[in-house]
């Protein structure tokens, strides 16, 4: 579809920014594989006022990367933004500013298509076809996951939360990670219960796992090191994000998240603090 069409079906016009979100996944519980070697999953998913930000603007069709984790990533057609705007079938110029680290479990790709598709206002039958996190980063809120990624339902209001996340500077294959695992059949998240505060969510959250983590760790020992990191510098709780390798702990406050992030800062590690994205609207 021309762009103009597109646009004006949608009340969305050109030059547009998004953002694209870090997504986090405060549990990630593997509860099954399917047939295709695809795995079930359980997950609370969140989002960090951190992330990538696309910029689009008059076609013709193609893809620029700056940021400081441009060098991580081509911008050649298999690049997740530009199937995002093939599969809406739509011409447009997108610049993609790179401001997460690539391949590190908290969103990336999956996170940069939704934002061209929100950014676009399209709304394409089968998302999960572009990335199986392609729908959570659609919703872009407070969720729980399930199925392949493509289930989700509301969940009770979160507390603020004061976050740290840190990137040991390493990526991971998250087909590997899966193929790491020695237990495919864990058991599912309890139910979610109201939260009064951070005290409750954490304590909640202390019940749930990331079952990536471990084969994670097996495939690139330096995760572990991130969450001791984590542990030592006052985090309530530390947890792997995705299929790693960024781990984030969750602190009493933002000040102490942003002492930690200080603390922590080391040559080839990505930290930095955060809190939640604002939650976008239900629809
Ligand atoms: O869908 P996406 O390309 O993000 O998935 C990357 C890989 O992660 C898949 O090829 C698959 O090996 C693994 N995966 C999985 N089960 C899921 C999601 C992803 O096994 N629910």
Redesign the pocket.
């Known amino acids: 579809m021309p762009t103009d069409d597109l646009l004006q079906a949608t009340g969305k016009a050109l030059p547009v920014t998004q953002a694209a979100p870090a997504k986090i996944n405060l549990t990630l519980h593997v509860t099954g ?1 399917r047939d295709d ?5 359980d997950s609370l998913v969140v989002f960090a006022d951190v992330g990538d930000v696309v910029h689009l603007s008059e076609g013709p069709l193609s893809l620029s990367i700056s940021g400081p984790f441009a060098a991580g990533l081509a911008a050649d057609a298999d690049n997740l933004c530009l199937r995002a705007a093939r599969l809406a079938g739509v011409e447009v110029a997108i610049a993609l500013e790179k401001n997460l680290p690539v391949a590190s479990g908290i969103g990336g ?2 996170a940069d298509a939704a934002a061209v598709l929100r950014a676009l206002g399209a709304n394409p039958a089968r998302p ?1 076809s572009l ?3 392609v729908p959570v980063c659609l919703a872009g809120r407070p969720v729980r996951m399930r199925g ?2 493509e289930i989700l339902d509301p969940v009770p209001t979160l507390p603020p939360l004061a976050l740290v996340l840190v990137n040991p500077g390493k990526g991971l294959s ?2 590997a990670v ?1 193929r790491a695992m020695t237990r495919r059949d864990n058991p599912a998240m309890p139910d979610l219960p109201e939260f009064r505060d951070t005290a409750a969510l954490v304590d909640f959250l202390q019940t749930c796992r990331n079952d990536l983590e471990a084969p994670a760790i097996s495939l690139l020992p330096e995760i572990a090191t991130c969450l001791d990191a984590l542990r030592d510098s006052g985090a309530l709780l530390a947890r792997m994000s995705g ?1 790693g390798a960024t781990c984030f702990g969750i602190f009493a406050d933002p000040a102490a998240a942003r002492a930690a992030a200080q603390a922590l800062a080391r040559p080839q590690w990505w930290v930095v603090a955060s809190g939640l994205a604002p939650a976008r609207p239900l629809g």
Not at 37 to 41: P, R, V
């Open positions: 594989r070697g695809y795995h079930l999953l790709g999956s999960e990335g199986a996190d392949l990624g998250t087909p899966f299929s």
